[in-house]
């Protein structure tokens, strides 16, 4: 499912048509994801961060993440691995590691057929 809305958003971005900007960082979040080598450790960049608004639950609880330079006020933290109840648990133990950084959890929330589970953050 998570492939097929790839490709409708890129068909639309190729065809001319308007996409939401927050739909396709969201899509180049999970392009990214689903390119990673299962467990093999990938460091999300400062850019990529900052480009997508977005780092994943799993770069925060190893320590590998690095939001100095993070530019904007608004953050989501991804969570993908694990199931059900496990994912919310993982994003909700990365936002109370970023709340000691002047972070404070929004909301969280499951999206779609896709059970990706996203926590919105506001810096302080």
């Known amino acids: 499912m998570v492939c097929s809305a790839l490709i409708i958003v890129s068909l639309l971005c190729f065809s001319g048509h308007r996409v939401l900007p927050s739909a396709v960082a969201a899509m180049e979040t999970v392009r990214a994801i689903n390119t990673?080598?299962?467990?093999?450790?990938?460091?999300?960049?400062?850019?990529?961060?900052a480009r997508t608004r977005t780092i994943t639950a799993a770069a925060i609880l190893e320590n590998r993440a690095d939001l100095r330079t993070?530019?904007?006020?608004?953050?989501?933290?991804?969570?993908?691995?694990?199931?059900?109840?496990?994912?919310?648990?993982?994003?909700?133990?990365?936002?109370?590691?970023?709340?000691?950084?002047?972070?404070?959890?929004i909301t969280i929330?499951?999206?779609?057929?896709s059970r990706l589970v996203y926590a919105v953050l506001r810096r302080r």
């Not at 990673?36 to 961060?49: D, F, K, R, T």
């Not at 929330?109 to 057929?113: I, L, T, V």
Request: charged share 20%; hydrophobic share 45%.
């Open 70 to 105: 993070y530019p904007h006020r608004l953050l989501t933290i991804l969570s993908h691995r694990g199931v059900g109840a496990d994912k919310v648990t993982q994003a909700v133990a990365a936002a109370e590691v970023l709340e000691q950084f002047g972070w404070e959890l």
């Open 109 to 113: 929330a499951e999206f779609g057929s």
């Open 36 to 49: 990673m080598v299962p467990g093999m450790a990938v460091a999300e960049s400062p850019e990529q961060i």
